[in-house]
Nanobody, 118 residues
Framework: QVELVESGGGSAQAGGSLRLSCEAS????????LAWYRQAPGKEREFVAV???????NYADSVKGRFTISQDTRSHTSYLQMDSLKPEDTAMYYC????????????WGKGTQVTISS
């Protein structure tokens, strides 16, 4: 069973920065790509960024150029550096371990709150 623990959320002013971390454990025989999603009140959960096991990345258009995803493959930890934050970035941020094999399943963390004030 994979466990994901997010940290680093909090409050910041518009234009500021926050860095989120997602520490994954319990991979077993499966491998995963690590991704970040977010969900604002009254809205659906949306994709933010993903980093693939081999290091490639992909971002939502709304965060491209402002957010940077990275990882430490040895510790199975993903980081989301968020710069030039906007009030519309306010949301609960979730880490997802996306299974690379159909024989494995995806896992989600419990989330960390990010609140950006104008």
């Amino acid at each position: 069973q994979v466990e994901l623990v997010e940290s680093g959320g909090g409050s910041a002013q518009a234009g500021g920065s926050l860095r989120l971390s997602c520490e994954a454990s319990g991979y077993g025989a499966c491998t995963y790509n690590l991704a970040w999603y977010r969900q604002a009140p009254g809205k659906e959960r949306e994709f933010v960024a993903v980093i693939y096991n081999e290091g490639g990345t992909n971002y939502a258009d709304s965060v491209k150029g402002r957010f940077t995803i990275s990882q430490d493959t040895r510790s199975h930890t993903s980081y989301l550096q968020m710069d030039s934050l906007k009030p519309e970035d306010t949301a609960m941020y979730y880490c997802k371990a996306a299974a690379r094999s159909r024989l494995c399943i995806d896992y989600w963390g419990k989330g960390t709150q990010v609140t950006i004030s104008s």
